[in-house]
T-cell receptor
């Protein structure tokens, strides 16, 4: 069975500082990996995804993530955080054929001025 | 990009009534749609997978008679919460997948259900 762990429930960073959100997954084959962002009361917006190929993927809003098979990780990074990045972030792993995804518990990002 | 809408965005109903939530793919045909439930400050819990023209597949622990799912066309899936009770109050989110081999899901904006 696939699973996702986001070890950090809540992270606070200062505006302009760098950010890294951790994600570890468990899946028997090559996973499809996703990062989503959710603002309060809203649906999910896809930041980036990894299916295959280059292990460093670029997403929207200046985010990037690196797939490390040896560590079963897919950490999300941003070099300089903006106040508008404050939100809930979810990592997800998808099965190759079934299409459905399993989500981590999420990390709440707070940005200090 | 692919757009998924949900209607209504929020609904308040009395205990014992039924509520229907619509999920539409606006600019693509969705062979598969997913329904999720999200409690405050928690993750998304998959309730069921809905394939056009066939019965939905429910996740373990989800009452199929309580949460009726219909996927009558390639652009519309509905979730009906029957005989709603306060414990059914939640944020319901749908997502749609464009093809069998296309793993990316496009999410709707969600529907906030409050049962009094």
């Amino acid at each position: 069975a696939q699973s996702v762990t986001q070890p950090d429930i809540h992270i606070t960073v200062s505006e302009g500082a760098s950010l890294e959100l951790r994600c570890n997954y468990s899946y028997g084959a090559t996973p499809y990996l996703f990062w989503y962002v959710q603002s309060p009361g809203q649906g999910l917006q896809l930041l980036l995804k990894y299916f295959s190929g280059d292990t460093l993927v670029q997403g929207i809003k200046g985010f990037e993530a690196e797939f490390k098979r040896s560590q079963s990780s897919f950490n999300l990074r941003k070099p300089s955080v903006h106040w508008s990045d404050a939100a809930e972030y979810f990592c997800a792993v998808g099965a190759t054929n079934a299409g459905k995804s399993t989500f981590g518990d999420g990390t709440t990002l707070t940005v200090k001025p | 990009g692919a757009v998924v809408s949900q209607h209504p965005s929020w609904v308040i109903c009395k205990s014992g009534t039924s509520v229907k939530i619509e999920c539409r793919s606006l600019d693509f045909q969705a062979t598969t749609m997913f329904w999720y439930r999200q409690f405050p400050k928690q993750s998304l819990m998959l309730m069921a997978t809905s394939n056009e023209g066939s019965k939905a597949t429910y996740e373990q622990g989800v009452e199929k008679d309580k949460f009726l799912i219909n996927h009558a066309s390639l652009t519309l899936s509905t979730l009906t919460v029957t005989s709603a009770h306060p414990e059914d109050s939640s944020f319901y989110i749908c997502s749609a997948r464009a093809g069998q081999n296309y793993n990316e899901q496009f999410f709707g904006p969600g529907t906030r259900l409050t049962v009094l």
